[in-house]
């Protein structure tokens, strides 16, 4: 998690991403309060409780194209939806 000392933003984002989501994520530090980060290829669990239990109010999938190789991406989504 990337927590920002921001007292204008008061909102948090979750990003969903593989390893070309890297990059990407602490560009949203100005934007919001805290960062959270999830590769689903290393991590086991609810995202929509994860979402609800950190207050998250927005979630930002960044992946690269071949996200359709990778099983575990399925197994996480079907939690979700």
Do not use: C, Q
């Not at 909102?11 to 919001?32: E, T, W």
């Not at 109010?57 to 989504?77: G, H, P, Q, R, S």
């Amino acid at each position: 998690m990337i927590e920002t000392k921001s007292t204008v933003v008061k909102s948090n984002v979750l990003v969903v991403k593989d390893s070309y989501g890297n990059a990407f994520a602490p560009y949203l530090s100005n934007n919001y309060r805290e960062v959270h980060i999830i590769d689903p290829r290393y991590w086991i669990g609810s995202l929509s409780d994860y979402v609800r239990e950190h207050s998250i109010e927005d979630v930002i999938f960044v992946n690269n194209a071949d996200i359709n190789l990778y099983d575990v991406y399925d197994e996480t989504l079907r939690k979700v939806f």
